[in-house]
């Protein structure tokens, strides 16, 4: 891709990964900041720059389209042309302020990895969305606009609904429909898995602690992990069945 | 040989094509004529397999083709309107269009016909819509292959490059060629077309040559004779 936008969110994670380091001085403190940031981070600028680039080469995909490729092709090759140049950015930008600062010789090396997977998976779970929202509307401006919803309802409006339906309905048992609730949300299941790595009650919140209890810290690893697997898997299938039907 | 065979596709409520059955073979000048919405890019459009008939089946040398993308190595389009990306130059374009189709090409000689060696290091962004469709006729054009189709050719373009045009046409047909296009310039129908096709709400209204259309309407001025057609249909 060539975009100018790549290398400013490069370097955008660069100077943060840096002044987190300079200001925390310590790794594991930095780490967690750094999640809270990725958290919401990571999906607005998957969402932003998977409908931009979408609309943005519309024509060139039309361009392809009547030359001898195949339209999966076209398309998956955009996807992850577009998901692999965020992540890398991600990747990249934070790797090299915590690599100089000597991340391999501590042990918060795990927790920091575990980051940057679950930041790009996150990144891949976000263009995916996007890009479905994207071939579904004609209208840029309507396309932009959902996007940017979809994205304000997963990072914020669903954690205060979940938030109300607990208080109204604490009277009742709600851990299987908090853990339930939980699998739904991309965010908040990366939230969890990485508190779950890092193993810090005090931040679980109430879902973590439903989904510790429920599935112990293995378990629920693995059962986040998958779920995040499966966020990126439905989407990407979604978009290569509706491309096949799409007319250009 | 082209076939269509009974053709449907609607965009919501619009019946774009309805049933449509057409042959074309594979040698000389087929133009499409018909009014602004006839259906006249939807059909080619279907060809290529950008737009999905409803209903229907299309082959192309007796193999079918809905669905398969291998058989467009075979064929050059030129769109209707050069949408190119704004921030690539004319040289990259061409040369990533190269890259893409598995084919050889011969650029120079069509740069050079269309005086276009000035332009190749700027960006397609900046360019006229008659230079880009100057750009749009050598990346159609440079590939060698048996059917050419061209959506809307003459639009943009000055009368040199319109000339320009036409040789090349005429050139492709004498190699033994089919060449597909729409227009709605009956002067060059006149001049170009073996054969043709008017489309009238997604159907077939009349199909020969320009000497039967002639005949058909008791006209000697084809531009007459094709309003005529069209007067019946506004009756």
């Known amino acids: 891709m060539r975009s100018r936008w790549s290398y400013v969110y490069f370097f955008f994670y660069l100077i943060l990964g840096f002044v987190l380091l300079f200001l925390n001085n310590d790794l594991d403190n930095a780490v967690i900041t750094l999640m809270n940031i990725i958290m919401v981070l990571t999906p607005l600028i998957g969402t932003i720059f998977g409908v931009m680039y979408y609309y943005n080469s519309k024509e060139f995909t039309e361009l392809l389209l009547a030359l001898p490729i195949k339209r999966n092709t076209i398309f998956m090759g955009q996807y992850i042309g577009i998901a692999l140049s965020l992540s890398l950015s991600l990747v990249l930008g934070l790797g090299i302020p915590f690599l100089l600062y000597g991340v391999f010789m501590s042990s918060a090396i795990f927790n920091f990895g575990l980051l940057l997977v679950v930041g790009t998976m996150l990144n891949f779970i976000f263009v995916a969305l996007s890009f479905n929202i994207a071939i579904s509307t004609e209208n840029k401006i309507k396309g932009f606009g959902y996007a940017i919803l979809m994205w304000l309802f997963l990072a914020v409006i669903y954690d205060g609904l979940f938030l109300i339906a607990l208080l109204l309905f604490k009277d009742y048992p709600l851990d299987k429909f908090s853990l339930i609730a939980t699998l739904f949300n991309p965010i908040d299941l990366s939230r969890i898995l990485i508190l779950l790595k890092l193993d810090i009650s005090a931040l679980l919140g109430y879902t973590g602690a439903v989904f510790r209890k429920f599935f112990g810290t293995n378990l629920g690893f693995i059962v986040s992990f998958s779920m995040l697997i499966l966020w990126i898997v439905i989407p990407v299938l979604r978009m290569n069945y509706v491309i096949r039907k799409k007319d250009f | 040989m082209i076939e269509f065979n009974k053709i449907s596709k609607r965009f919501g409520n619009l019946q774009v094509l309805n049933e449509l059955d ?214």
């Open chain 2, 22 to 235: 057409l042959c074309i073979s594979m040698d000389g000048i087929f133009a499409i004529l018909g009014p602004n919405g006839s259906g006249k890019t939807t059909l080619i459009k279907c060809l290529l397999g950008m737009v999905q008939p409803n209903s229907g089946s299309i082959s192309l040398n007796s193999k079918a083709i809905l669905g398969k993308w291998e058989y467009r190595n075979e064929l050059n389009y030129l769109p209707q309107i050069a949408n190119f990306p704004g921030n690539l130059t004319v040289f990259e374009l061409i040369e990533m269009v190269k890259n893409i189709r598995p084919k050889r090409a011969e650029e120079k000689a069509l740069i050079e016909l269309f005086g276009l060696q000035n332009s190749l290091h700027k960006k397609l962004g900046n360019l006229s819509g008659g230079t880009k469709q100057k750009v749009n006729l050598i990346l159609t054009f440079m590939f060698d292959s048996n059917l050419f189709i061209l959506d809307e050719p003459t639009t943009g373009l000055d009368p040199i490059a319109l000339i320009h045009l036409k040789e090349l046409i005429k050139l492709e047909k004498a190699k033994g060629k089919a060449i597909l296009l729409t227009t709605h310039s009956i002067s060059f129908v006149n001049q170009m077309a073996d054969e043709i096709v008017f489309l009238l709400d997604g159907k077939i209204y009349f199909k020969g040559t320009i000497m039967d259309l002639k005949q058909q309407t008791n006209n000697s001025d084809l531009e007459n004779g094709i309003a005529e057609l069209l007067a019946k249909h506004y009756v």
